[in-house]
DNA sequence: TCCATTCTTGAGCAGTCACTCAACAAATAG
DNA sequence: CTATTTGTTGAGTGACTGCTCAAGAATGGA
C-alpha cells in the first residue's frame, strides 16, 4: 500500500477494466451459468488462462462483475435515491421512476443484472443465486429502513406498515426489471411506476 | 378416435401422468436448462430411452409440462378468475390474492413456473424463453382485454388507461412470483397485494 | 406358434462444460 | 548478464450434456 512500487513480472496485455465490462454485459444477457466461458473469453478478448490468473474461476468472475456493476450508474440508481433525496416519498418514486427508464434503456441489455442473472441455476451453483438473492433482500430491506426513518420523522403516517410498504415497492422494482426483459419499453414501464406511487399513503 | 381398440405392443410400465408431474416439480423448481435429463429421468424413475419415447426430447417435455401446469388449478387460477368474476376489479383482486397465496404455498415449488422456468437461458433454447415470454404476454393481453371490457361496461372510467392498469397488474404478478422465489411468505405478499390494489382508479 | 408392434434397458455417442498446465514471453531486481 | 516473477498461449483434462440405438421383453393378432 505505502511503497506502490513498479509491478514485477511480465505486465497484462489487456485491460482488466474493458474485459470485466464484456464480461458484465454477457452475465447481464444470459445469466450466469447460461454465459459459457468460451463466450466469456471469447468477448473479453483473452484465453481461459489469462481470465483464470486476472479473476481466479467462473463465481469469482461472476460475484466481481456484480460489485462492479452495482457500482455503476444503473447498479446504483436506487442506493443513490435513497442517499440523495430528502424525502422517503421522493426516493421511492425517484427509484420507480428512474427504474422504468434504465430497464428498458435499448443501449444496454434490458432490467437488472442482480434481479435476473442467477434465476434458473444448477444445485452446484445454488450459492450464486444466494449471493444474488442477498443482494436484493439487502435492497429491500434499504427501502424498509428508510420508510421507518420516514415514519420516525413524521414523514410517513404512524399507521402505515413500513415493511409492507417496502416490500411492495421491491416488488414493483423486481416486475419492472422482469417486464422490460419481456420487450415492455420505457413509456409502458413509466406508466407503471406512476400507477405504483398511487400505494403510497394519502394518495398520489 | 373411433375404434379405441386396445393397445399393441408392450404396455408402458410406468405412469406416464406421474412421470410429467415429477417433471413439472423440477422444472419449477429449477428452469429449463439448470435441469438435467440425468434429474429428470432419476425422478421421474424411468430411463432416457423410456423418456425419449414417451415425450420426444427435452424442449417437448418441458412444452408439455407448461401446458399441464397451465391447467392445473395452481396454474389456471388467472384465468379462471378472469372468467368467473363478474367484474373486473373482483377478477384483479382475485388475481392479485390467489397469487399471495399460491405462490408462497410451501406445498409446491415457490413462485410461477411460466414466470420463472427460462429466464436464463443459452442461445440455442432461446425458443423456449420465447415460449414462456409468449405465455407471459398473453396473460397480459388477457388482463388488459378484461378491462377493456369493463370500460365499455361502465365499470371501469373512460378516463382510465386500461393498458396502464393491465401492465401494472401483470408487474405485480410477476414481482409477487419473484419475491416468493426469494422467500417472502404468504403473509408478506398479501400485503403487498392488498397495497397493490390501491392503485385501482376511484381508490381501494 | 409366430409375427408385428411397442416399450425398456444399458451401453455409449459426439459435443460441450469449467478448468489446468507445461512451455514460452516479458517485465524487474541484483 | 542471471534469477525471479508474472502473464500468455494452446493443447488438453475428466466430467457432464442431451440424446441414440441395438438387443431383449411384453403385449395383441392371425
Known amino acids: 500500500m505505502a511503497g506502490m512500487s513498479k509491478a514485477r513480472g511480465r505486465p497484462r496485455t489487456f485491460d482488466r477494466d474493458a474485459a470485466l465490462e464484456a464480461a458484465i454485459r454477457l452475465f447481464w444477457e444470459r445469466g450466469f451459468e447460461a ?5 466469456l473469453t471469447e468477448a473479453m478478448g483473452i484465453r481461459p488462462g ?3 490468473a486476472a479473476f481466479g474461476d467462473k463465481k469469482a468472475l461472476f460475484r466481481e462483475a456484480v460489485e462492479v456493476y452495482g457500482r455503476s450508474p444503473v447498479g446504483s440508481f436506487p442506493a443513490r435515491a435513497l442517499a440523495e433525496e430528502p424525502t422517503a416519498r421522493g426516493a421511492v418514486s425517484r427509484i420507480l421512476r428512474e427504474a422504468a427508464a434504465v430497464y428498458a434503456d435499448p443501449s444496454h441489455p434490458a ?3 442482480a434481479i435476473s442473472a442467477a434465476t434458473n441455476v444448477t444445485a452446484q451453483d445454488d450459492e450464486i443465486a444466494k449471493f444474488l438473492r442477498d443482494v436484493r433482500n439487502a435492497g429491500l430491506a434499504a427501502i424498509e429502513e428508510r420508510l421507518r426513518r420516514a415514519q420516525e420523522e413524521g414523514e410517513l403516517p404512524a399507521g402505515a406498515d413500513a415493511s409492507a410498504l417496502a416490500s411492495y415497492f421491491a416488488t414493483i422494482v423486481q416486475g419492472l426489471s422482469q417486464r422490460a426483459r419481456d420487450g415492455a419499453d420505457a413509456a409502458e414501464l413509466s406508466q407503471v411506476a406512476e400507477l405504483a406511487l398511487a400505494a403510497w399513503p394519502d394518495g398520489g
Open 111 to 113: 432490467g437488472c443484472l
Open 35 to 39: 454465459t459459457s466461458l468460451g463466450e
Open 50 to 52: 489469462s481470465l483464470y
